[in-house]
């Protein structure tokens, strides 16, 4: 990095949370543990980033950014086991094409720490056939958006949701 300048290609971008910007993902383990007054926030409408992502992303784009990347809300894309919700995937089909629009490269988080509640219901991560379930959402969520992609990452920050669930076990509630 000479004379302080980044190299050409370099991505210069924000990352966010499906959770922590939508707004009411009501349907996965995150939203059940504030309600269960686990945490101690509530997410509610959040920045409501789910309605407004145009408008967050012109914001993006004003300042010089070049990428962004963002998570994927397994809750939505398949609120009940094995139903998928064909309009909660055209909606991130619609995000990644106004990113692309904005000349802004989506990088997609396809887990960002919460899973659906009927996941946990069943025993969260630690059930027999959780990874394959994991799998059978991230094809069914490819096939109809990969196109669309050149990067995503499977899950984000993994080994922080190691250390905070099995750890320093019960520091977040992965577990149930």
């Known amino acids: 990095m000479a004379g302080g300048a980044f190299p050409d290609g370099f991505y210069w971008g924000a990352a966010t949370s499906s959770h922590q910007v939508e707004g009411n993902n009501c349907q996965n383990d ?50 009940e086991e094995g139903r998928f919700d064909k309009e909660a995937i055209d909606h991130y089909r619609r995000a990644i094409l106004a990113l692309r629009a904005r000349h802004l490269e989506p990088v997609v988080a396809l887990l960002h720490f919460t899973v659906p509640a ?32 050149t990067y995503w990452l499977t899950i984000n920050e993994p080994t922080v949701a190691t250390l905070q669930a099995y750890i320093h076990y019960g520091r977040w509630h992965c577990n149930g």
Do not use: M
């Open 118 to 149: 009927w996941f946990l219901d069943r025993g969260g991560w630690e059930a027999k056939g959780s990874p394959q379930l994991f799998a059978r959402f991230v094809a069914h969520f490819l096939q109809h958006v990969g196109e669309t992609l």
């Open 30 to 79: 995150w939203w059940a543990y504030e309600q269960a007054g686990k945490l101690t926030y509530r997410s509610g409408d959040c920045c409501r980033h789910f309605e407004l992502f145009e408008q967050d992303f012109d914001l993006a784009q004003s300042l010089g950014h070049n990428s962004h990347r963002f998570s994927i809300e397994w809750s939505r894309v398949e609120p």
